[in-house]
């Protein structure tokens, strides 16, 4: 999936009047987005118009935990959109998350990662194939909301175990305040990890005739969405957004896809390719997406794309672009030259 897949972004339909809510004026976060004041009555925008929008409403809110935990727990349940309406409608906190996790395919261009281990639930949130910014606030509302899922439909104040963001949210004693654990800023993902335990909690506001109506409907706008890419490009966008476990298989892609190894194998050599060179793109794609994120350092680049050792990454960028990845990061970082944020660009090689 390319970064076109996301030319058009639907804005949740109670944005504007949550920002209304917590007394924000939708005119002044449109003029701070720099953007034209019919965005506000417009269903979809483009990625730099959605990204633009969060980041203006999040200048306005002044601290990113305080902005990020109002607007999160103000939204009202009668503004989400079928797919998330389906999911709090959902029979228990478990089935909630899955119907997320399968729905999220259709609001790009972020993408959830749903893993049981041990005691925990693990939900890895990835933004996938954009070379623009995502701020800091829409990634820690995007958690925080998933967290709100499990409260509301519960109705208990479940806590998570901990949340991991790559990035600074503001307030940490807000946001563990909000989440009820240890808050790290400075990891290499964004992740929530909620008690498992609670995943078999079922939904007060579980609705099974709602849910028969909504789940053939949004299984089928899945099909034709998913049925618009090729099998390449779903192999890739599985890839990439599987990464952080590790270098991806061709079992682990195969069972996500429904079908056997054999079949995958046989399916992407009528499409003229095959595992191995899919992969080899998707590493590439992704590393250049990640190098143009100079909050991220070289040996967090190699990990975020699935190797084990900064070395093997290195060798491996330089077969793609001929040149080493600190290099290939100066040479397209001229965008940042004049923005105050002078990042160290040595990646611990000597050239």
Not at 71 to 81: C, D, G, M, Q, R
Not at 246 to 269: C, F, I, Y
Not at 321 to 329: F, I, L, S, V, Y
Request: proline share 4%; charged share 25%; with cysteine.
């Amino acid at each position: 999936m390319t970064s076109d897949s996301f030319e058009r972004i639907k804005m949740p339909s109670g944005f504007w009047e949550g920002l209304r809510q917590i007394g924000i004026n939708s005119h002044d976060v449109a003029r701070k987005a720099g953007l034209p004041l019919t965005v506000i009555s417009d269903s979809t925008v483009n990625i730099t118009q959605y990204y633009a929008i969060w980041q203006a409403y999040s200048d306005l809110a002044g601290d990113i935990a305080h902005g990020m935990i109002q607007l999160a727990t103000i939204y009202e349940v009668t503004k989400f959109p079928p797919p998330i309406l389906a999911t709090f409608h959902a029979r228990d906190f478990r089935d909630a998350l899955q119907r997320m996790t399968r729905y999220k395919m259709l609001c790009p261009p972020e993408s959830l990662k749903i893993i049981e281990d041990g005691e925990d639930c693990i939900l890895d949130l990835q933004w996938l194939d954009t070379d623009e910014s995502c701020p800091p606030l829409l990634v820690g509302i995007t958690l925080a909301f998933l967290l709100e899922l499990g409260r509301r439909g519960t109705g208990r104040h479940l806590t998570a175990s901990a949340v991991e963001f790559a990035q600074p949210m503001g307030d940490l004693q807000v946001l563990e305040g909000y989440f009820g654990c240890r808050v790290r800023t400075d990891a290499n993902h964004n992740r929530l990890s909620l008690h498992r335990k609670d995943l078999d909690i079922p939904f007060h506001s579980y609705n099974a005739e709602l849910l028969e109506i909504l789940t053939p409907a949004l299984d089928r706008t899945l099909h034709e969405h998913q049925g618009n890419r090729s099998l390449s490009e779903t192999v890739k966008w599985i890839m990439k957004r599987s990464f952080s476990a590790g270098r991806p298989d061709v079992h682990m892609v195969a069972k996500e896809l429904g079908m056997s190894n054999r079949t995958l194998q046989r399916r992407l050599t009528d499409e003229s390719t095959n595992f191995n060179h899919l992969l080899t793109e998707a590493r590439r794609e992704q590393a250049r997406v990640y190098l143009s994120d100079l909050s991220l350092d070289i040996k967090e680049v190699a990990f975020l794309i699935g190797y084990e050792d900064q070395n093997s990454f290195y060798r491996a960028f330089r077969t793609w672009e001929g040149d080493t990845p600190a290099n290939w990061r100066i040479e397209h970082a001229e965008g940042y030259a004049n923005s105050g944020d002078h990042p160290s660009f040595s990646d611990g090689h000597t050239h």
